[in-house]
């Protein structure tokens, strides 16, 4: 049996809602104690050992925690920023100080984020050596010819650097409303470099249009959540990452 708290003051305590937050959460049948729906504040739970959620959002801010995102154009992937919105803001219920994102995307990027407070286990998704691989969909101007794939698939300079061998998939060709021609196309990346792709096809004279991230190791965006939407990682997922990692 763990240390009992009133349910308003715990969820003040580990949100970033005020008493008054919380309360109306309460009233409004926001707010579940191991998936019970709890309107009155000054219940007492049991702080070790029963769930609280917010929307269907565990609040917690001790032990690992992983969310996954499906991030909006316009957003930032950093805790704080002076002039744009952050993917935190998504995550309103969601104390935030010790988590943050695993390979950031662009402000114009969409699709998955992963955001925890494991910082080792980041650092090896992220690592070219453990080679996990980040699926993209593009679109870009122009056409991509066989000389340009095989280029994307043997390595590219960007900067001073060379990267590691990539796939590219050709999906549709199309054309925009001016006539000119789109081709739509799914791309995998083992490193995350500052921009890699934009660059890898600015290297090839072709322009980005659009990107979306739909793919990290084996764990695919899930299709349940719209653009804007996050939820906790299931302990499955989290081994998907575990797994490859560690390169089994
Ligand atoms: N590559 C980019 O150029 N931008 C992203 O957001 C992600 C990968």
Redesign the pocket.
């Known amino acids: 049996m763990g240390t009992k708290v009133r349910l308003d003051r715990f969820i003040s305590n580990h949100s970033k809602m005020t008493r008054t937050e919380a309360s109306k959460a309460l009233k409004s049948g926001k707010v579940t104690v191991n998936g019970d729906i709890i309107k009155a504040g000054d219940v007492k739970i049991d702080e070790e050992n029963d769930k609280i959620c917010i929307d269907g959002v565990e609040i917690c801010d001790i032990g690992e925690r992983w969310y996954v995102l499906n991030k909006p154009a316009g957003y930032v992937c950093a805790n704080e920023d002076k002039h744009h919105k952050t993917v935190f803001d998504l995550m309103p219920n969601v104390v935030s100080k010790d988590l943050f994102v695993v390979g950031r995307?662009?402000i114009d990027?969409e699709g998955m984020v992963l955001i925890t407070n494991n910082g080792n286990l980041a650092h090896e998704i992220l690592s070219p050596k453990k080679h996990i691989w980040k699926d993209?969909l593009v679109k870009v101007k122009g056409v991509l010819d066989t000389e340009k794939l095989s280029l994307f698939e043997n390595g590219i300079q960007i900067d001073d650097y060379i990267t590691c061998k990539a796939k590219i998939t050709v999906l549709e060709e199309q054309k925009d409303e001016n006539g000119e021609l789109i081709t739509n196309c799914r791309v995998s990346i083992r490193e995350g470099k500052f921009?890699?792709?934009?660059?890898m096809f600015a290297a090839l004279d072709c322009e980005v249009i659009y990107?979306f991230r739909e793919k990290m190791g084996d764990f695919m965006l899930p299709l349940e959540l719209e653009i804007g939407n996050f939820r906790q990682m299931t302990e499955e997922e989290i081994k998907l990452l575990y797994i490859k990692a560690n390169g089994e």
């Open positions: 995307l662009d990027t993209y921009h890699q792709i934009k660059k990107l």
